[in-house]
């Protein structure tokens, strides 16, 4: 066998996203692209701003001696004080470049911290829907998710505006995980983190404001990309801030940067770090998202489908007109509109639908969801 058992039962387990974005290829091969709607994939539609592609050719136009040479593990200091600056302005906290290393995206941000502060055995809290590699990248450091905090729990692991709901965690919420973190940390005598996974923080809808971890609990670590606000995925740019109030920074961020250069990340990409510095401001035009979500979630209750209005990223989970999700995504697939099971977000009995595609995929997928529930009406 030439993977071993472990990564044999994980892949037969893994991503339903990427497996449904394979399907999709192979539809497309058979029935011609024209037919086939793939909303399957959290691949922004939309261009980077035009600030990206003005500082990227300023550089391709004058390149800086040494620019794509090794630089500090944690990244370059002038991008990291940039980002610190950034969250500085949207928190009130003394961020310094001291609190920030840059990755390869949110994924690498989530295994570095993942690597740093896991010991076997330790678990990882997740809240159902959730983003299906967390399981993945807990085990990767000899740890396990669970749903409630115990002796064991290292970490509370949160995903907001979440993937696949789109539902934003609000203060409120925050405010009260931060007070049951911080009792069971009295009650067990341990340290938990609470991890903020945040790559569609700039993708808020109808005038919200993102509610910051950092003033719930001191022990709190932000991962993000700008794969979604920059509308730079294929890119892998992104970074990991330590609470600035946090007692043992020092150490945890030691940490940090060791893991960052032992898992193989070593740097994040140094192009793409010159590129962010400059566009810490910049997001891409959020109103078109808003207009998709506003037009399918319009849509699709007219069709009276069971679904939550997203109030940020591009997702939605509306509820499947049967117990069985994956049967409904099969027969969707019949009409050539291709979305993931809930069962692989933890949540049966509902399909994720991503909307950040052309408006033409939206409305050529709008038959088929129409023609699917009516089998259940």
């Known amino acids: 066998m030439a993977v071993s058992r472990k990564i044999k039962e994980s892949m037969e387990q893994g991503s339903m996203i990427r ?3 394979e399907q999709g290829a192979a539809l497309r091969l058979e029935r011609g692209g024209e037919n086939v709607f793939d ?30 040479r090794y630089m500090p593990n944690a990244g370059y200091v002038e991008t990291r004080a940039a980002v610190a600056a950034q969250l500085a302005e949207e928190t009130g906290l003394a961020f310094t470049h001291d609190e920030v290393v ?19 055995g330790d678990e990882v809290v997740v809240f159902a829907p959730y983003f299906v590699e967390y399981l993945f990248y807990a085990d990767n450091h000899g740890g396990s998710c669970r749903a409630s905090i115990n002796g064991s729990t290292k970490v509370v692991l949160i995903n907001s505006p979440n993937n696949p709901t789109g539902v934003v965690y609000d203060a409120g919420l925050l405010a009260r995980l931060g007070e049951i973190i911080q ?14 996974d945040e790559p ?17 609990h001191r022990r709190s670590i932000v991962a993000t990309s700008h794969s979604k606000d920059l509308a730079l995925p ?14 043992d920074k020092g150490e945890l961020m030691d940490g940090l940067i060791f893991c960052n250069r032992t898992l193989g990340f070593v740097n994040a990409p140094a192009l793409m770090q010159r590129i962010v510095a400059r566009l810490q401001s910049e997001t891409v035009d959020v109103g078109e998202y808003q207009a998709k979500r506003d037009f399918l979630y319009g849509q699709l209750r007219d069709m009276r489908y069971d679904v939550v ?22 027969e969707l697939m019949e009409y ?9 977000f933890g949540v049966p009995g509902h399909f994720r639908i991503s909307y950040c595609v052309e408006d033409k995929t939206l409305a050529g997928a709008l038959p088929g969801f129409q023609a699917a529930i009516e089998r259940y009406a």
């Open 336 to 344: 050539g509109v291709l979305v993931v099971p809930g069962g692989g």
């Open 19 to 21: 497996r449904m974005f």
């Open 183 to 196: 009792t069971k940390e009295r009650q067990l005598g341990t340290e938990i983190f609470l991890l903020s």
């Open 200 to 216: 569609y923080r700039r993708v808020l809808f109808d005038g919200l404001e993102y509610p910051h971890v950092f003033h719930h």
């Open 234 to 247: 294929g890119e892998r740019i992104g970074y990991i801030a330590v609470h600035p109030d946090y007692g």
């Open 309 to 330: 209005k997203p109030q940020g990223a591009f997702y939605m989970f509306p509820r499947s007109p049967i117990d069985d999700d994956a049967r409904f995504v099969d």
């Open 39 to 68: 909303l399957s994939l959290g691949n922004p539609v939309v261009e980077p701003p035009a600030a990206f592609f003005a500082e990227l050719r300023r550089l391709a136009d004058s390149p800086e001696p040494g620019m794509h």
């Open 102 to 120: 840059m990755t390869v995206g949110a994924g690498g941000a989530l295994n570095v911290v993942l690597k740093t502060l896991l010991d076997p």
